[in-house]
């Protein structure tokens, strides 16, 4: 998480599962571009792009700021919830007195679950093989 002072922006990074977002917010009219395309064109369904605008209605400045977001890795909620955190940090940078709020919304909580890794001797993470009686 850093501010570059040249361009004006403010950089945050979110993380989810195996999703990693990079944001970059500066002061414009509220337009939201994830990898070069339109939100509403990356994101397909109404929950996950609920899920990336959260912070931005909570601290309302939908319309006051300008998004762009780098996110690569996991699935398509995996990545709206790294987008999430991501602009939440961005906006705590943005504005010291949003850090209270963000945080009771928990917006700012990172989501420590991850996929549980396959062990030896078994066929996935947990599940054994097959018991046969003969």
């Not at 990074?13 to 970059?24: I, N, Q, S």
């Not at 939201?32 to 339109?38: E, F, G, L, S």
């Not at 309302?60 to 990545?79: A, M, N, W």
Request: glycine share 10%; charged share 30%; net charge positive.
């Amino acid at each position: 998480m850093s501010n570059t002072a040249a361009s004006n922006e403010i950089v945050a990074t979110g993380r989810r599962k195996t999703a990693v977002a990079r944001v970059r917010i500066r002061p414009g009219q509220g337009k939201i571009t994830v990898n070069d395309r339109p939100m509403e064109e990356f994101f397909c369904t109404v929950q996950q792009r609920m899920a990336v605008v959260a912070p931005l209605d909570i601290a309302g400045l939908r319309e006051q700021l300008d998004v762009r977001i780098r996110v690569d890795g996991g699935g398509p909620t995996g990545q709206a919830d790294a987008c999430k955190l991501g602009i939440a940090r961005a906006l705590k940078l943005y504005r010291e007195d949003l850090l209270q709020t963000l945080r009771d919304s928990g917006f700012l909580t990172r989501d420590g679950r991850m996929k549980e890794r396959k062990k030896y001797g078994l066929r996935g993470a947990r599940r054994g093989t097959q018991f046969s009686k003969r």
